[in-house]
């Protein structure tokens, strides 16, 4: 054995570590006649001695007793706790979840309600409109319906109350925007095909803002021929429902047939 | 049904896990001396070691089902986490004590051998102060495989479970770490200049 052998194995021989029997004898054998590796030798079980000695300084030491009843404490803790509050959770995250969603759903239901409510709170509140009415028609003409503003047919005075609008926008070729509120009204209670209103006479907008009355008459169908709208002739003597809007001047502003 | 002290690591760690108290108490007290020895032996900090116990059995009692009986022995599990939060101590608070305000966990003064002389007692007590000094300046690598194989007597095996490396890692660094260890001591002992000469030299007889 030489000391680079000699040097990889010190240690090991030092701290009497298992090693073949063999090579151990050869080790302790090269210390007889080499002093360099005997001194490695003995440096090696003086650093063993040390570490021994400080074994055997603090093989007494152990944790102080305190902490061993801060983890009992902790262990019971860990022990009682856990499983119920794990249960208690899971049941209160259920019963929190079930809650919210009852919540929603109420509330959804109620939004829905106001605002239906608020629709027909609209409609119903609209003033009850006193104007004169004029019935200044041409000859044959029968009023049908002069009663619009009866707070019972909301229907029919929501129509009532929109109309200037609508033969505003006739009156100046424009396309009226829809309104969905009044399809609906139109398609629901009136069930009815109209023609715009066509302006009687001259007038403007500014006429309009005061608002009017509308007032359902028959006229003969004849009269749709004044308005250049074409007449079946097998049905000239028949009769054809209108809708004639009275300004707050009392005085027929436009006309729209209906059918 | 067999007394707790004839249990094994294993069969504690599981009765524990039932919730039985003594179980735990009987696991504790069978390991927590080594796990505060190792964690005062790698930081020289009495407060540091009692912290660390601590946590290692807090770490037991809440994720105690980690432990994996195919990957070693509870002993090991227990200083494998022990020495997790000793490094992670060390490398985040900087929580190596200085050497010269050691007074306070100085245990050797405490733990004098009665049966020494005062003149043998103080000898004894300065070299096992030199070497525990030592010990603690050595590189964390050097310092733990050191900790482990000589202070706390494991062998190879159990050592690489712990650092979770290959045995022969383990010897490498066992073998340098004690050259690293004379080389600390060595100006304690006088020495001429010829024989530091002659060592480094060799031979190759």
Known sequence: ?259 | MRPLSELSDAELLRSMREGDEEAFGALYQRRQAGVFRFAWQMSGSHALAEDVTQEVFLFLIRDGHVFDAEKGSVSAFLMGVARNYVLRKLRGERAMISLGEDSEDDFSADLADPELSPLDDLTRTETIENVRKAVLTLPEKYREVVVLCELQELNYKETAEILECAIGTVRSRLHRGRALLLEKLRPARPETEDATELKSAGCFA
């Open chain 1, 1 to 259: 054995m030489n000391c680079e052998k000699f040097e990889t194995i010190v240690s090991e021989l030092a701290r009497n570590q298992m090693m073949e029997a063999d090579i151990r004898a050869e080790a302790l054998a090269h210390t007889f006649k080499c002093s360099d590796c005997s001194d490695r030798m003995r440096d090696q079980k003086l650093l063993s001695s040390g570490l021994s000695a400080l074994v055997a300084d603090m093989n007494r030491l152990q944790a102080p007793p305190q902490i061993e009843m801060k983890l009992r404490e902790a262990f019971r803790q860990a022990n009682q706790v856990t499983p119920f509050t794990v249960r208690k959770r899971s049941h209160t995250r259920y019963w929190l979840s079930a809650i919210a969603a009852m919540l929603l759903i109420v509330m959804g239901l109620a939004m829905v309600k106001i605002q239906l409510n608020g629709i027909q709170e609209q409609v119903a509140d609209i003033p009850q409109q006193t104007m004169p009415i004029s019935t200044t028609g041409s000859k044959g003409v029968t009023p049908i319906v002069n009663n619009v503003a009866s707070r019972n047919d909301s229907h029919r005075v929501e129509t009532s109350r929109r109309r200037p609008a609508a033969s505003f926008y006739a009156a100046n070729n424009r396309k009226r925007p829809v309104r969905n509120d009044e399809a609906v009204a139109s398609n629901h209670v009136t069930r009815e095909v109209a023609t715009d209103f066509m302006p009687l006479g001259y007038m403007s907008a500014a006429s309009f803002q005061d608002g009017g009355q509308v007032v359902r008459v028959e006229l003969p169908r004849s009269a749709l021929a004044q308005f250049g709208i074409p007449v079946n002739i097998e049905r000239y003597n028949e009769r054809v429902k209108a809708d004639v809007l009275f300004g707050t001047d009392g005085l027929a502003h436009a006309i729209r047939f209906v059918q």
